[in-house]
């Protein structure tokens, strides 16, 4: 069969048998080599820029000094089902930065949730967002706490972040086979995404090791680290002190996923019963910073969030 000259990829597509191929590469090799020379290159380029892809900005104009808040689409019980964009909300609201939301599944030039725009610049990550914010216009909530208080601060946020986070992704997203919590909060995803998604969390929490342990040891580490926040809270208002400080908004974050979204059988209660004094903190920060939770839970969002 002769092949027509043209676009490789048309070249390609009339080929039918291996057959083909061969004769082809014996009729004509110098014209296949010029069509891998250019395929190798543009498959590359196009691999290359998948991988570090640019996250699309806003088409909203904001007033200066406005965030624009990108995260994943709201609720069902929680502002996110990811405690990140819960955690720079919160912090947002608590340091009274004027703020509007985006709500889609276009993740940051990191391939997470959240990120922000903030004067035509794009930061990735909660911990950046919130560290680039009290640079620019300085901000510090933390201005009450010594420097043993800060370290303690910084420890809890990590054990939360990268400790608590992967129990909370391996429960949701590897041991819950029907995956109720997700299902609820991404019910206009499809199942194949949330699939390849699960696939990709399980993938992440083995090389992290945290997927390595059974599920009666994840829970026991789960609990362990709900233990440490509630003995660390003991009578105090907030974490660190009466007054609330930026790991607040961590341990917030966290804590309201299990009281508020997790609805499962394997962790729903579980703070309500065994960590009272943790459920009546989630509930006063809930209180303080989220008046509006209600409404936007169910999708009646009609203000420009922190004005
Ligand atoms: N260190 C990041 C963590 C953010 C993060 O892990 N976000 C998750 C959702 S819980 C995400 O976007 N995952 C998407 C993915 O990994 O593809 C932060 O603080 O923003």
């Not at 996250?55 to 624009?68: A, E, L, M, N």
């Not at 996110?80 to 030039?109: G, H, M, Q």
């Not at 809270?233 to 974050?253: A, R």
Request: hydrophobic content about 40%.
């Amino acid at each position: 069969m002769a092949l027509p000259w043209g676009w490789p990829g048309a070249a390609m597509l009339s080929m039918t048998t291996a057959e083909d191929i061969l004769s082809s590469l014996q009729e004509s090799p110098g014209k296949w080599l010029v069509t891998l020379g250019v395929a190798v290159p543009a498959f590359y380029c196009l691999y290359s820029r998948l991988k570090t892809r640019s996250p699309h900005k806003s088409s909203r104009t904001v007033p200066p000094g406005t965030v624009i808040l990108h995260q994943f689409p709201r609720g069902p019980f929680a502002p996110s089902v990811s405690p990140f964009p819960v955690k720079l909300e919160t912090y947002l609201r608590l340091a009274k930065i004027p703020y509007v939301t985006e709500t889609d599944l276009n993740v940051s030039s990191k391939g997470k949730m959240p990120w922000m725009e903030f004067n035509g610049e794009a930061v990735a990550d909660s911990h950046q967002c919130i560290s680039h914010l009290n640079r620019k216009l300085g901000i510090d909530l933390n201005k009450g706490l010594d420097p043993a208080q800060r370290a303690v601060a910084r420890t809890i946020q990590m054990m939360c972040e990268d400790h608590l986070y992967w129990c909370v992704a391996i429960f949701r997203w590897v041991l819950d086979r029907e995956k109720k919590v997700i299902r609820k909060a991404f019910s206009q995803v499809n199942s194949l995404i949330l699939w390849l998604i699960s696939r990709k969390v399980r993938e992440a929490s083995l090389a992290q090791g945290m997927g390595r342990h059974s599920k009666e040891e994840i829970k026991e580490f789960l609990v362990g680290d709900l233990q440490a926040l509630a003995d660390y809270l003991g009578d105090k208002k907030f974490m660190m002190s009466d007054e609330v400080t930026e790991v607040d908004c961590c341990v917030f974050s966290f804590v309201c996923q299990f009281v508020y979204q997790q609805k499962d059988e394997d962790l729903q209660g579980l703070v309500e019963e065994r960590f009272p004094s943790l459920y009546k903190y989630c509930e006063r920060v809930k209180e303080l910073v989220w008046p509006d939770w209600d409404d936007i839970c169910a999708g009646r969002e009609t203000r420009l969030s922190g004005n």
